[in-house]
């Protein structure tokens, strides 16, 4: 969950404060925010904007400071087991990736991010489960703008499948993870 949809941050250096932050227009997931923080601070929502996104942010005490540090890194606990690795694999899918249909006829799995190095480990976990993809390789240059005009921050590297064994094996990895 914190290495894709969530954004969190100190206040400032001695603030006793953690802002956590979304954005979405799925309903489901303003209210997964909404009910996994609200026991532990102030929850703030906005109406939907113009494309549907309602905004959430939450007010954290430093007992969260673990959400601070977003890492390029899947954790080894989290490789060294394939139903761990499943379940983060799951969720970052669901916040960087996709599957889909490409030119009307072949399924396709992709992932985009700026996280190149979980990329790679994604790869190598997925090659090391028999499930073959090509490495990561960089989509979007920092500064250009996608399709709706938004200006990269960061490189963006890509992840794909396309292979029909690959997929299947795929989606029974990720599919009781899956809502």
Request: hydrophobic share 35%; net charge positive.
């Amino acid at each position: 969950f914190r290495q894709g949809d969530l954004h969190a941050e100190a206040a400032s250096e001695r603030s006793a404060t953690v802002f956590i932050e979304a954005g979405s227009t799925k309903p489901e997931f303003i209210k997964i925010v909404e009910e996994s923080f609200s026991p532990y601070g102030y929850i703030w929502k906005d109406k939907p904007d113009e494309e549907g996104v309602v905004r959430i942010r939450c007010s954290l005490n430093r007992t969260f400071n673990f959400l601070l540090e977003k890492k390029d890194l899947i954790e080894p606990w989290i490789l060294k087991n394939k139903k761990y690795f499943a379940a983060f694999l799951a969720g970052y899918v669901d916040a960087e990736g996709t599957f889909c249909i490409y030119n009307g006829k072949e399924g396709c799995f992709s992932v985009r991010s700026q996280d190149k190095n979980i990329l790679q480990q994604i790869r190598n976990k997925l090659v090391e489960l028999r499930i073959l993809c090509r490495p990561p390789h960089l989509v979007r240059r920092k500064g250009t703008k996608d399709i709706r005009g938004t200006i990269s921050n960061e490189n963006i590297y890509g992840l794909w499948t396309y292979r029909k064994d690959a997929l299947l094996k795929l989606i029974d990895l990720l599919n009781p993870y899956l809502k």
